[in-house]
T-cell receptor, first 114, second 114 residues
Framework: NAGVTQTPKFRILKIGQSMTLQCAQDMNHNYMYWYRQDPGMGLKLIYYSVGAGITDKGEVPNGYNVSRSTTEDFPLRLELAAPSQTSVYFC?????????????FGPGTRLTVL | AQSVSQHNHHVILSEAASLELGCNYS??????LFWYVQYPGQHLQLLLKYFSGDPLVKGIKGFEAEFIKSKFSFNLRKPSVQWSDTAEYFCAVNEANTGNQFYFGTGTSLTVIP
């Protein structure tokens, strides 16, 4: 199993550009999450999904959109990139957080907006 | 929403010193507890987890953590650190049986001096 994969690893955007961060998992997990990590701030939840077709906002959703058309994929969309979105983005998945299951993380995407 | 506090933001130790990192959470109900480690340039990996039973949990690489319900704490310990333990450590909490989300602390950066 590849686990959780993310592409791209690095990206530089200009202000106002848009892009999609890809995330895929091959563990048949129902729950998927997007976090951003800023220095000294820990992980902040952007969006999460409890299954295909179902998404919900996390703590910092503004400026982002998600979709979940399949169990495997959970892309994160930035429509109008802003410098405040410079961060490292991590995707994670979990079988069922209500049960005895932890999260598995992808390798991250480092995004710089100039 | 939950809050998770990690009071030690940056810890510097010499090799062979003992380590204890604090973690406190705010939720009064039943919780699942996790410690993750992030080595430089890598993604988060699970160190250990607590769901129920013995409050002293042993994880990988000689780490252990103790759940003290009365103190809402889940402190991470290691008797003798190594240079390779240099990393960022995150505590995370999930509301057992009800929570879709995981809540992370802001992290503790550990530097071990050879």
């Amino acid at each position: 199993n590849a686990g959780v994969t993310q592409t791209p690893k690095f990206r530089i955007l200009k202000i106002g550009q848009s892009m999609t961060l890809q995330c895929a998992q091959d563990m048949n997990h129902n729950y998927m999450y997007w976090y951003r990590q800023d220095p000294g701030m820990g992980l902040k939840l952007i969006y999460y999904s409890v299954g295909a077709g179902i998404t919900d906002k996390g703590e910092v959703p503004n400026g982002y959109n998600v979709s979940r058309s399949t169990t495997e994929d959970f892309p994160l969309r930035l429509e109008l990139a802003a410098p405040s979105q410079t961060s490292v983005y991590f995707c994670a998945s979990s079988q069922d957080p209500k049960g005895y299951n932890e999260q598995f993380f992808g390798p991250g995407t480092r995004l710089t907006v100039l | 929403a939950q809050s998770v506090s990690q009071h030690n933001h940056h810890v510097i130790l010499s090799e062979a010193a003992s380590l204890e990192l604090g973690c406190n959470y705010s939720y009064g109900g039943t919780v699942n507890l996790f410690w993750y480690v992030q080595y430089p340039g890598q993604h988060l990996q699970l160190l250990l987890k607590y769901f129920s039973g013995d409050p002293l949990v042993k994880g990988i690489k000689g780490f252990e953590a103790e759940f003290i319900k009365s103190k809402f704490s889940f402190n991470l310990r290691k008797p003798s650190v190594q240079w390779s333990d240099t990393a960022e450590y995150f505590c995370a909490v999930n509301e057992a049986n009800t929570g879709n989300q995981f809540y992370f602390g802001t992290g503790t950066s550990l530097t071990v001096i050879p």
